[in-house]
């Protein structure tokens, strides 16, 4: 049985960084393939959050890390299409036109729920509970549950529930995140091989980044894996880049996932890099 960690992390501090942008506009750019029929969709989301933030609160305030995310995307006019959705829904949240309210992983997903859909989305600390419940409350088919998201979404997706997407988006303050990812991810698909499942990793050294990679390939040879290296990766103690490693994907996201990857990149220093690409393609 799974014993509840200590929980530090809180995703306030990090709300539109240059990560989200990449998780976030990834995110929209898979619901939108998946739904593309109409059949039913199961989501689990293992990691919710609180639901949607508020970047003058104080802790955002305290990193200021929207400042190189959301703010330089919604100051681009030029940047290219595959954020127009992720551009759309901050609009949404921010009806007079200033950039204040950043929506989570759940206030985007429950946007695009359709009937049909389910939605499920874990989140263990009560105060970000509490958030994601007032969150959620206006959609029937999404639910907010305290619940370790691992162990959810191994249960919520069986084979007799049809399609199902599951993400994973852990703080990574614990060693153990990337092996209880690949266990979900084998359980998963073990259960329903058509599931689709997406990752969100931090990008600090390539050996963990490889290992992972590695560890995932015999469950998922064809994996896309969409890569954001803002520097190269020589200094493990910064978070050089993130990645979004999706298993199941629907074909023909390598190129938009990779403008995603390429424009957030662009955000860096000057030697930034970012792709997308199959294992074994
Ligand atoms: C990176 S944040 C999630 C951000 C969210 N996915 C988004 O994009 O808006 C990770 C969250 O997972 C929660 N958490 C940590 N371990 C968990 C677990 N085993 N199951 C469910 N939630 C967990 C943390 O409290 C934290 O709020």
Same mark, same amino acid.
């Given at each position: 049985?799974?014993r509840?960690?200590?929980?530090?992390?809180?995703h306030?501090?990090?709300?539109?960084?240059?990560?989200?942008?990449?998780?976030?506009?990834?995110?929209?750019?898979?619901?939108?393939?998946?739904q593309?029929?109409?059949?039913?969709?199961?989501?689990?989301?293992t990691?919710?959050?609180?639901?949607?933030?508020?970047?003058?609160?104080e802790?955002?305030?305290?990193?200021?890390?929207?400042?190189?995310?959301?703010?330089?995307?919604m100051?681009?006019?030029?940047?290219?299409?595959? %954020? $127009?959705?992720l551009?759309?829904?901050?609009?949404?949240?921010n @009806? &007079?036109?200033v /950039?204040?309210?950043?929506?989570?992983? #759940?206030?985007?997903?429950a946007?695009?729920?359709?009937?049909?859909?389910?939605?499920?989305a874990?989140?263990?600390?009560?105060?970000?509970?509490a958030?994601l419940?007032?969150?959620?409350?206006?959609?029937?088919?999404?639910?907010a549950?305290?619940?370790?998201g691992?162990e959810?979404?191994?249960?919520?997706?069986?084979?007799?529930?049809?399609?199902?997407?599951?993400?994973?988006?852990?703080?990574?303050?614990?060693?153990?995140?990337?092996?209880?990812?690949?266990?979900?991810w084998?359980?998963?698909k073990?259960?329903?091989?058509?599931?689709?499942?997406?990752?969100?990793?931090?990008?600090?050294?390539?050996?963990? %980044? $490889?290992a992972?990679?590695?560890?995932?390939?015999?469950?998922? @040879? &064809?994996?896309? /894996?969409?890569?954001?290296?803002?520097? #190269?990766?020589?200094?493990?103690?910064?978070?050089n880049?993130?990645?979004l490693v999706?298993?199941?994907?629907?074909?023909?996201?390598?190129?938009?996932?990779?403008?995603v990857?390429?424009?957030?990149?662009?955000?860096?220093?000057?030697?930034?890099?970012?792709?997308?690409?199959r294992?074994?393609?």
């Amino acid at each position: 049985m799974f014993r509840r960690p200590p929980l530090n992390y809180r995703h306030a501090f990090h709300a539109g960084n240059f990560a989200d942008l990449v998780k976030h506009a990834g995110l929209l750019l898979l619901l939108e393939a998946l739904q593309a029929g109409e059949h039913s969709l199961n989501i689990v989301d293992t990691h919710a959050g609180a639901g949607g933030y508020d970047l003058e609160g104080e802790l955002s305030r305290r990193t200021g890390e929207a400042a190189q995310g959301i703010f330089r995307l919604m100051a681009d006019d030029g940047a290219p299409g595959v %954020f $127009d959705g992720l551009k759309a829904a901050v609009r949404a949240g921010n @009806p &007079d036109g200033v /950039v204040r309210f950043y929506p989570g992983s #759940p206030s985007l997903i429950a946007a695009r729920l359709r009937r049909q859909d389910l939605y499920t989305a874990c989140e263990l600390r009560d105060d970000d509970l509490a958030l994601l419940e007032q969150t959620l409350a206006p959609w029937r088919q999404a639910e907010a549950r305290q619940a370790d998201g691992y162990e959810t979404a191994v249960a919520a997706t069986g084979r007799a529930k049809g399609p199902a997407f599951v993400l994973i988006d852990p703080p990574f303050e614990r060693a153990d995140d990337y092996r209880r990812i690949v266990e979900t991810w084998r359980e998963v698909k073990r259960r329903n091989p058509w599931a689709c499942l997406a990752a969100w990793l931090p990008l600090k050294d390539m050996e963990t %980044f $490889d290992a992972f990679l590695r560890d995932i390939e015999p469950i998922a @040879p &064809d994996a896309l /894996v969409a890569e954001c290296r803002l520097r #190269p990766l020589n200094d493990p103690m910064k978070m050089n880049g993130c990645a979004l490693v999706i298993a199941g994907a629907p074909a023909g996201l390598e190129g938009p996932l990779g403008e995603v990857c390429a424009w957030v990149a662009g955000l860096g220093e000057g030697q930034g890099r970012g792709e997308a690409w199959r294992l074994n393609g």
